[in-house]
């Protein structure tokens, strides 16, 4: 039995779950949220958990400097073989680093980034402060730390959509359900990551929503064609302007929690 539970899961989560309409618009809200709080380039981002490289090879090409930390051998190999495509510039920004999230702090060899991001690794941890606690060691003094998680308050929205009434009742009160690759998954809320943030000297400067009206309209049986170019941009624009404004944020299935470190 393999001992990287991603081995089994890179091929779908890679191939399939990033190509949908769903992952371009997870990729593309997130990019404009983080440009929103962002240092210019070249300041240097690390992505812990960054899997393939989604949200941060984009950083990549427009000049960041990137280190991705991930404990999948397979996710690494994946992101890789991604990472062959970028422009030779844009590859030369880039550092891979195969180690757990929680043991961040020795695997950069104690070095501070300007930015930190951790996006969809809360979630698959039955307790985050360990984790969040190392994303915050490696932040520098007045650097970011990024958290994107799945948001407890919405955990009705998709057994309902999938007409699981029983499912959605049960899930009012709820902060775990088997996410959309299978796997066991725990949410949080916006207040409680704050709290736990600001125990480690990050204190929250914004929180953004993430996936709103593509979770309606995906798990209530539509339809979404990724090839579709001109609807996915509109769809897209949509969310990213939801996410940024209330009630439409707090109903998002996922939040995107930025903080500012404040140690000296």
Excluded at 184 to 198: C, F, I, K, Q, Y
Aim: hydrophobic fraction near 40%; include cysteine.
């Amino acid at each position: 039995m393999s001992s990287d539970p991603w081995a089994s899961l890179a091929d779908r989560f890679v191939d399939e779950a990033y190509t949908s309409v769903k992952g371009y618009v997870r990729t593309y809200v997130m990019h404009q949220q983080l440009l929103e709080q962002l240092p210019p380039p070249p300041a240097a981002v690390l992505d812990v958990g960054g899997g393939a490289g989604h949200q941060s090879f984009p950083l990549a090409r427009a000049g960041y400097d990137v280190t991705l930390l991930d404990p999948s051998a397979a996710m690494l190999e994946k992101a890789r073989q991604r990472l062959q495509r970028l422009p030779g510039e844009s590859r030369r920004r880039v550092t891979l680093v195969q180690a757990d999230g929680e043991r961040a702090e020795d695997a950069v060899r104690g070095r501070r980034f300007a930015a930190v991001l951790c996006h969809g690794v809360l979630g698959y941890l039955e307790q985050p402060q360990i984790l969040v606690e190392q994303l915050c060691r490696c932040t520098a003094a007045g650097g970011l730390v990024s958290i994107m998680t799945g948001n407890s308050r919405t955990m009705a929205v998709r057994p309902a959509l999938e007409r699981r009434w029983q499912d959605a009742l049960a899930s009012f009160d709820a902060s775990t359900a088997i996410g959309v690759l299978g796997v066991p998954s725990r949410a949080d809320t916006v207040e409680e990551l704050g709290e736990l943030l600001r125990t480690h000297d990050v204190e929250p400067v914004r929180w953004y929503g993430v996936w709103l009206f593509v979770d309606w309209l995906e798990f209530s049986g539509a339809e979404l064609d990724p090839t579709d170019s001109e609807q996915v941009a509109a769809m897209a624009a949509v969310e990213l302007e939801a996410g940024r404004r209330d009630p439409y944020r707090q109903l998002s299935r996922a939040f995107h929690l930025v903080g500012r470190n404040g140690s000296p």
